[in-house]
């Protein structure tokens, strides 16, 4: 699949009232690639996602996903086509075992929606021989939770529901990740480990497109970064070139 394009978008513009949020973001992501997405504050990124995922329709523009043009398709039609959002503060099941939890993210895949937890306790002597089970055994030992699977939500650290909450986005058949600070709140040292297992999924096929303030963690993992300032795209290229690149530093001082 080298090559292959994952995410376009062209020309997209969204405006608040008066402001601009998005004034003509083009981008690309190629299929395999990890990409970070930085800017100052306001910049324009939550923007972004929020109409590559569907939250938002764009005023114009547009957004394809492997070539095919999904603008305004609402969030679960690309969740059916590979897209997958992961959230700033984790959507989790508190009371839910990990396991518990993923399990029911496979559900919710075929619309059957919160009921579906409530069905799964009653199934759960002939579950555990299902394909289901290797699924959620296969991607808890992916994202490193094997050891917390039977914790409750609510008892794992806070990298630990970022954690989660990947893997709950990766129970359906995702082919793109998208991820709005996933180190908010988590520790330094626990920072880095969530970015080696994304490294890790990158590895294993996943396109990765990240949201990320801490920069000297991103810097660290992903292959190119994108940089919005005022609703555009100032620059992109390899972390090492955007460091040194002072348009920048004077976009982040500036804001
Ligand atoms: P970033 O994620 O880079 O901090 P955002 O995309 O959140 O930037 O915001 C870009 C601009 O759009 C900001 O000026 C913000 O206040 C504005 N904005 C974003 N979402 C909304 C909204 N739902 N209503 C009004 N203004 C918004």
Sequence with gaps: MAGVEALRTVDLHKRFGGIRALDGVSISIRDGEFVGLIGPNGSGKTTLFNVISGIYRPDKGDVYLYGEKVTGLPPHELYRLGLVRGFQVPRLWHRMTVVENDATAARDRKGSGPLAALLRRSEWLSWERSSLAKRVVDVLHRLSLARVALNRASELSGGQMKLTDISRALMGEARVLLL?????????????????????????????????????????????????HEGRVLTEGPPEKVAEDPRVLDAYLGS
Excluded: C, S
């Design 180 to 228: 709005d600070e996933p180190t908010a709140g988590v520790a330094p040292r626990l920072a880095q480990d969530l970015f080696k297992v994304l490294e890790r999924l990158n590895r294993e096929g996943l396109t990765i497109f990240v949201i990320e303030h801490r920069l000297e963690v991103l810097f660290n993992h992903v292959e190119r970064v994108i940089v919005m």
